[in-house]
């Protein structure tokens, strides 16, 4: 009986310290964070075999975006249509490279 007496005394710290209101405005700073830094995910998959690792010597350019696939026949595919695997990349949050400048 004593341990359970203990206990719960024990959670009625936890919970009074966890859900306290502060006293004053001091308790209640922050300590600032630097901002938030969105990740930038970049193409590791096929768009077209979804899940196969992507070749980088096998590409797409269009409209200054490179976007890689995993193999020959995924690129006939992708090259009917790229602004299709684009746009669902892009839902995706995946960041494409861009097709470098070639100098002459």
Known sequence: MQKTGQMTIVAAVILTATFATPLFAADTAVPSAPAA???I?????????KGNEI???LF???QG???????RSCMKILKANPAKYVTLMEAQGIT????????K
Do not use: F
Not at 65 to 71: A, H, L, N, Q
Not at 96 to 103: A, R
């Open 41 to 49: 995910k970049t193409q590791t998959t096929c768009p077209i075999m």
């Open 60 to 62: 797409v350019d269009y």
């Open 65 to 71: 975006k490179r976007i890689y696939v995993c193999c």
């Open 96 to 103: 494409l490279d861009k097709t470098p400048d070639v100098k």
């Open 55 to 57: 070749d980088k010597r």
């Open 37 to 39: 830094v969105a990740a």
